[in-house]
């Protein structure tokens, strides 16, 4: 850690994450890290473990970025000191300046001694250059025609310029090497500059076309930024390509900057989390067999409808009479058989909107979500029968037959509970009086008749 080479601004550190105790630190830099916030250990350490997506921090007294990592027992980290960005395209600027007036020097000497006509042209290309240069062209060359003082100078201003050019892959390659996830931008209005990390394009998911235009201008990138942030009303911005990304972003004066983070991974994994929870929550309120809503999943749901509407529903409870003497007989395989085929004459018959359900064993219960008159529900009773005698005729020989037993919702009885002792009690009238039928416990009768 310490033979890691750093400018004095930058600085590469290591942290004890139990004692606080620094292990190891780059030794170009401060040997302390001080926050101005930190008045104890366990204050010091809930800094450094926050800030593993990066924040600007007084560090020493000087504003400064910090981005840690924690790994086990110790804290990786590493701060940059705010103002060397500035610092460094303030100093560029003043090469260009120097540049420049060295080109003015240069013309004023070649004209006051040697007095030829291409210094003039020399010039003029040169100056060509640099306003290609401030207009944002970075593949521009600086050279001269001829082999004079210029020649030097243009060498300068070239080396320069691919300084000024490679600034976004140094940018990219410090970034990188804390998060691949991340990317940084900075827009300058005072040069008309921008400086991307390389892996921007990528996170923002635009193609090359949008992407040209998008970062012509400072103005140009900055407005596509907001305009993301401004149409969303959440801190993660969903794409249009189904991407996920979070900005953080500052403005001064002449001056767009931030970091753009790629949240896509974390929020498929979200939503797939979400998805398979919901799957496994539906699951637990369906009978594996026939695929009908279960005991669970009956009571859940006809609660909520007598919630939602209260006094009106219908309860139907079946009972497939001699079922057990055709599973004696036939075995269980041939009995699932038969719970299935009874399964499908209910969903086939009652409304998509119907609760069906089967309750256990050979039970099964419908709910209808309103109080159907007592007359309509007879006929539609006698006509399920029906129904159900032609679908299981060929158990006919063991006295397979279906008896059901209906209640409604009143003031009387608007529970769950309620109405199901009352269906269940006309249930048990109904095979009193010889199975094979129905009967509707109008008058809500919750004893059984003797």
């Given at each position: 850690?310490?033979?890691?080479?750093?400018?004095y601004?930058?600085?590469?550190?290591?942290?004890?994450?139990?004692?606080?105790?620094?292990?190891?630190?780059?030794?170009?830099?401060?040997?302390e890290?001080?926050?101005?916030?930190?008045?104890?250990?366990?204050?010091?350490?809930?800094?450094?473990r926050?800030?593993n997506?990066?924040?600007?921090?007084?560090?020493?007294g000087?504003?400064?970025?910090?981005?840690?990592?924690?790994?086990?027992?110790?804290?990786?980290?590493?701060?940059?000191?705010?103002?060397?960005?500035?610092?460094?395209?303030?100093?560029?600027?003043?090469y260009?300046?120097?540049?420049i007036?060295?080109?003015?020097?240069?013309?004023?000497?070649?004209?006051?001694y040697?007095?030829?006509?291409?210094?003039?042209q020399?010039?003029?290309?040169?100056?060509?250059?640099?306003?290609?240069?401030?207009?944002?062209?970075?593949?521009?060359?600086?050279?001269?025609?001829?082999?004079?003082?210029?020649?030097?100078i243009?060498?300068?201003?070239n080396d320069?310029k691919?300084?000024y050019?490679?600034?976004?892959?140094?940018?990219?390659?410090?970034?990188?090497?804390?998060?691949s996830?991340?990317?940084?931008?900075e827009?300058?209005?005072?040069?008309n500059?921008?400086?991307?990390?390389?892996n921007?394009?990528?996170?923002?998911?635009?193609?090359?076309?949008?992407?040209?235009?998008?970062?012509?201008?400072?103005?140009?990138?900055?407005?596509?930024?907001?305009?993301?942030?401004?149409?969303?009303?959440?801190?993660?911005?969903?794409?249009?390509?189904?991407?996920?990304?979070?900005?953080?972003?500052?403005?001064n004066?002449?001056?767009?900057?931030?970091?753009?983070?790629?949240?896509?991974?974390?929020?498929?994994?979200?939503?797939?989390?979400?998805?398979?929870?919901?799957?496994?929550?539906?699951?637990?309120?369906?009978?594996?067999?026939?695929?009908?809503?279960?005991?669970?999943?009956?009571?859940?749901?006809?609660?909520?409808?007598?919630?939602?509407?209260?006094?009106?529903?219908?309860?139907?409870?079946f009972?497939l009479?001699?079922?057990?003497l055709?599973?004696?007989?036939?075995?269980?395989?041939?009995?699932?058989k038969?719970?299935?085929?009874?399964?499908?004459?209910?969903?086939?018959?009652?409304?998509?909107?119907?609760?069906?359900?089967?309750m256990?064993?050979?039970?099964?219960?419908?709910?209808?979500?309103?109080?159907?008159?007592?007359?309509?529900?007879?006929?539609?009773?006698q006509?399920?029968?029906?129904t159900?005698?032609?679908?299981?005729?060929?158990?006919?020989?063991?006295?397979?037959?279906?008896?059901i037993g209906?209640?409604?919702?009143?003031?009387?009885?608007?529970?769950?509970?309620?109405?199901?002792?009352?269906?269940?009690?006309?249930?048990?009238?109904?095979?009193?009086?010889?199975?094979?039928?129905f009967?509707?416990?109008e008058?809500?009768?919750?004893?059984?008749e003797?």
């Amino acid at each position: 850690m310490k033979n890691i080479p750093t400018l004095y601004e930058k600085s590469v550190f290591v942290v004890d994450g139990n004692t606080g105790k620094m292990i190891g630190i780059s030794q170009n830099n401060e040997q302390e890290i001080n926050f101005d916030d930190a008045e104890s250990t366990e204050e010091y350490l809930l800094i450094l473990r926050s800030s593993n997506n990066g924040k600007l921090i007084k560090i020493n007294g000087t504003s400064k970025f910090l981005k840690t990592k924690n790994m086990d027992d110790t804290i990786l980290g590493a701060y940059v000191e705010a103002a060397t960005v500035y610092r460094t395209i303030l100093i560029q600027i003043i090469y260009l300046l120097a540049g420049i007036v060295a080109v003015l020097i240069s013309v004023i000497m070649i004209v006051r001694y040697h007095i030829k006509r291409y210094v003039l042209q020399d010039i003029s290309s040169i100056e060509s250059s640099i306003k290609e240069l401030m207009a944002g062209n970075t593949d521009v060359t600086f050279e001269t025609e001829y082999d004079t003082e210029f020649r030097h100078i243009t060498a300068v201003l070239n080396d320069w310029k691919d300084s000024y050019k490679y600034k976004k892959e140094r940018m990219t390659r410090m970034i990188s090497s804390i998060d691949s996830h991340v990317a940084v931008f900075e827009c300058l209005y005072s040069i008309n500059q921008n400086f991307f990390s390389d892996n921007t394009q990528y996170i923002l998911g635009v193609n090359d076309e949008e992407w040209d235009e998008m970062t012509k201008t400072p103005k140009g990138f900055e407005t596509y930024l907001t305009s993301l942030i401004s149409d969303s009303k959440e801190d993660i911005i969903t794409l249009k390509n189904d991407r996920y990304i979070r900005i953080v972003s500052f403005n001064n004066e002449n001056e767009f900057y931030g970091m753009i983070m790629d949240k896509t991974e974390d929020m498929k994994l979200k939503n797939k989390m979400q998805q398979e929870l919901h799957a496994a929550h539906e699951g637990a309120e369906i009978d594996p067999l026939t695929q009908l809503t279960n005991r669970a999943g009956l009571e859940k749901k006809v609660k909520i409808s007598l919630e939602n509407e209260p006094g009106q529903g219908t309860m139907l409870i079946f009972d497939l009479d001699n079922f057990k003497l055709v599973n004696d007989k036939l075995g269980h395989p041939e009995g699932d058989k038969v719970l299935k085929k009874f399964a499908g004459c209910l969903k086939s018959y009652f409304r998509k909107n119907d609760i069906v359900a089967r309750m256990g064993g050979d039970e099964f219960v419908v709910f209808i979500h309103s109080n159907i008159a007592a007359d309509i529900l007879s006929d539609k009773l006698q006509a399920l029968l029906v129904t159900i005698r032609q679908e299981l005729s060929s158990y006919d020989r063991y006295g397979l037959s279906t008896t059901i037993g209906v209640a409604y919702v009143d003031q009387s009885t608007n529970g769950y509970d309620d109405l199901y002792k009352c269906a269940d009690v006309g249930l048990y009238i109904a095979k009193r009086r010889g199975k094979n039928r129905f009967y509707i416990n109008e008058d809500h009768s919750r004893l059984y008749e003797f």
